[in-house]
């Protein structure tokens, strides 16, 4: 089907510790994965983003991992802030250009 | 513009009534789509378009919703007959499309709306 997994919904991590939110998918059709912040009251902002060509992408603290045989991607964010808190959510395309989101995890950052 | 602009930011209206909401892409974005966000959970797929054609409407849950993109660049979703449930904060983005190469979407505001 479309739908995207994803989890946890909550995550609280110390400042400094790393976090790691994980997605499943099951379109084998899918060939490209964003990530999007969102903070509360504000619109989603893009992170960061892998296509199915590639196994790993790194953007300074924040890195995307993808692995197409199982259909899962990971999103790692090293060196935490309290500035990072926010909801994270994964998302895939189904083939085309219409994108799916997960339900979103929210990540605490605790100083 | 330099970003993807909604309007209105919000938008109170009567149980059924009809509301127009719209969204100004970033220029030179040919792909627009619309999103539904209710509290606490992801977006939810609406409509895409592709230039001025509607690629994929799977997402637009029933007859009262219709959007539009007559020139190509700002769209217009349509909610007749308005319900309760319709209440959310309507999301929309805009990319380019890269020799047919899904790329990065940037989101409007969103405008909020709460139907009583």
């Known amino acids: 089907g479309e739908n995207v997994e994803q989890h946890p919904s909550t995550l609280s991590v110390q400042e400094g510790d790393s976090a790691v939110i994980k997605c499943t998918y099951s379109?084998?059709?899918?060939?490209?994965f964003p990530w999007y912040k969102q903070e509360l009251g504000k619109r989603p902002q893009l992170i960061i983003d892998?296509?199915?060509?590639?196994g790993e992408k790194k953007d300074q603290r924040i890195a995307v991992t993808l692995n197409k045989t199982a259909k899962h991607f990971s999103l790692h964010i090293t060196e935490t802030q309290p500035e990072d808190s926010a909801v994270y959510f994964c998302a895939h395309n189904t083939g085309g250009f219409k994108t799916i989101f997960g339900a979103g995890t929210r990540l605490f950052v605790k100083a | 513009g330099a970003g993807v602009s909604q309007t209105p930011s919000n938008k109170v209206t009567e149980k059924g009534k009809y509301v127009e909401l719209r969204c100004d892409p970033i220029?030179?974005?040919?792909?627009l789509y619309w999103y539904r966000q209710s509290l606490g959970q992801g977006p939810e797929f609406l409509i895409y378009f592709q230039g001025t054609g509607a690629a994929d409407d799977s997402g637009l849950p029933n007859d009262r919703f219709f959007a539009v993109r007559p020139e190509g660049s700002v769209s217009t979703l349509k909610i007749q007959r308005t319900e309760r449930g319709d209440s959310a904060v309507y999301l929309c983005a805009s990319s380019l499309t890269l020799g047919g190469d899904r790329v990065a979407a940037f989101f409007g505001q969103g405008t909020r709306l709460t139907v009583v």
């Open positions: 220029s030179g974005h040919t792909a």
């Open positions: 892998i296509r199915s060509n590639v």
């Open positions: 379109d084998s059709a899918s060939n490209y």
